[in-house]
């Protein structure tokens, strides 16, 4: 954020997303509570609105049972027969 000297287009041309205020938020309350985020969106989020099936992906590696996780693939598959 630093570094951006100006806007990347004029403010309702388009949009573009961005995780520049997610990471401020996660960075903000991970100092203000000296809480890993996730355990902190769990105990004080997830936890009392009963959302038993969600969490923060914060291991890309992890194998999580009935999840649907994104890929890419270059190659372009036809369904045509």
């Known amino acids: 954020m630093r570094k951006q000297k ?7 041309d ?3 997303y961005c995780n520049t205020v ?3 938020m996660v960075n903000s309350i991970g100092n203000v ?5 996730t355990d902190w969106m769990k105990a004080n989020v997830f936890e009392p609105l009963r959302m038993t099936n969600t969490y923060i ?3 890309y590696d992890r194998i999580v ?3 649907a996780t994104s890929y890419y693939n270059e190659k372009i ?5």
């Open 33 to 37: 509570t000296k809480e890993k985020f």
């Open 65 to 67: 049972p009935n999840n």
């Open 77 to 81: 598959i036809s369904l045509e027969r």
């Open 14 to 16: 388009e949009f573009l």
């Open 57 to 59: 992906e914060d291991r």
């Open 6 to 12: 100006k806007l990347n287009f004029i403010p309702g």
């Open 22 to 24: 997610y990471m401020l």
